[in-house]
């Protein structure tokens, strides 16, 4: 498996800016990497992907023109900025890497995850 390391959550109020990042490490080969969220109560559902290739990032509908999801190679880190936030995003958002050549926006296809870092957006 990869390891994966998430951070960059924080609490921040609404309309404000977060970036957060997932620093991979390990010999497994994977291909694609994504960014999930949680909320309390809620199932986790897919934020945005990207290949490793860097092309066609994907992103869920409720989150497509906010947030940006962007690979550095160099420092196998995968980040993802997110802009105009609202209480709604308020979630634990994990990192999780696939060995699927095309990103997925389903939980099955990702074989490692980490530990997730909390976003509060407040009112």
């Known amino acids: 498996q990869v390891q994966l390391a998430e951070s960059g959550g924080r609490s921040v109020e609404a309309g404000g800016s977060l970036r957060l990042s997932c620093a991979a490490s390990?010999?497994?080969?994977?291909?694609?990497v994504a960014w999930f969220r949680q909320a309390p109560g809620k199932k986790r559902e897919f934020v945005a992907g990207i290949t490793l290739m860097g092309d066609k990032p994907y992103y869920s509908d409720v989150v497509k023109g906010r947030f940006t999801i962007s690979r550095d190679s160099a420092q196998n880190t995968v980040s993802l900025q997110m802009n105009s936030l609202a209480p709604e995003d308020t979630a634990v958002y994990y990192c999780a890497a696939g060995r699927s050549i095309a990103v997925v926006p389903n939980t099955r296809a990702y074989d490692s995850w980490g530990q997730g870092t909390q976003v509060t957006v407040s009112s």
């Open positions: 390990g010999s497994a080969a994977f291909f694609t």
